[in-house]
């Protein structure tokens, strides 16, 4: 298994002599990337157990500084066609589901309609530039609060979000506006957290707030309806407007 200082050696050693940093990362989709003027390598943390012969496929993209001529497109198709990496991200993706779908109290129609929400929000509020694929699960254990999302940040300073929750009883019919507000007080988090690294309610955080439209202050003291008694289960699923439901997959 290769470190990250081991890789870089690897391909200096085979001419990258442009790249001063590899960067190992448990992305979920990407496999490699070239950053800062083809300086940084990031890849998948899988490729610390790549063959001799992936490695010189690595070295041609960085000694070019990307996929440009007909020789980086070649060793490009061999990194990315690397079926071990494939499996890891496949593994990944399977244990996070898992994990957030145990902890989450939602039916499966209420997840199908947290998930068009999310994504009809990042598409007109957020440019799409939020991540496509995080979870939005329920929680029937939030008592005062509202709403969290869950940051990840790596040691070589990758951040990612594991997952937004959000408090079961912004389900109920009276809670329409501040299920709302929730869901976008949350994902303003999520982006403020993948852009700055912040995760309170500080400047950065505010400017998206007031950008995607939700109130730019804690969800504190929000006038919310509760169930009766915490172990109710809460079984509404709000209606979703045709537009909406095309992206409940
Ligand atoms: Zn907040």
């Not at 993209?61 to 497109?73: L, Q």
């Not at 509202?146 to 959000?166: F, S, T, Y």
């Not at 999520?190 to 995760?199: M, P, Y």
């Amino acid at each position: 298994m290769l470190t990250a200082q081991d890789f870089l050696a690897e391909l200096q050693q085979r001419g990258a002599l442009r790249l001063s940093r590899v960067h190992l990362r448990e992305n979920r989709s990407v496999v490699w990337s070239l950053t800062q003027q083809a300086t940084v390598l990031n890849v998948h943390a899988a490729y610390r157990a790549a063959p001799p012969e992936l490695l010189d496929a690595f070295a041609i993209v960085a000694r070019e500084g990307g996929v440009s001529s007909a020789a980086t497109r070649r060793a490009a198709s061999v990194i990315s066609a690397w079926p071990d990496v494939w499996r890891a991200i496949e593994a990944t993706r399977a244990s996070r589901q898992l994990r957030s779908v145990t902890s989450c109290c939602a039916t499966s129609e209420q997840r199908r309609y947290l998930r068009a929400l999310y994504r009809y929000f990042n598409l007109t509020r957020f440019d799409g530039k939020l991540p496509d694929d995080i979870p939005v699960r329920l929680s029937g254990r939030m008592k005062s609060s509202l709403g969290h999302m869950v940051p990840i940040e790596d040691a070589n300073g990758i951040r990612e979000v594991e997952e937004i929750a959000l408090n079961l009883d912004l389900m109920l019919e009276r809670n329409g506006a501040e299920r709302i507000d929730t869901l976008l007080h949350e994902m303003a988090h999520v982006a403020d957290f993948l852009e700055s690294g912040h995760r309170g309610h500080g400047p950065s955080w505010r400017r998206w707030a007031c950008r995607v439209g939700c109130r730019p202050e804690r969800l504190y003291d929000r006038p919310v309806a509760h169930r009766r008694r915490r172990r109710d289960p809460v079984q509404r699923v709000p209606l979703l407007p045709d537009a909406l439901a095309c992206l409940a997959v």
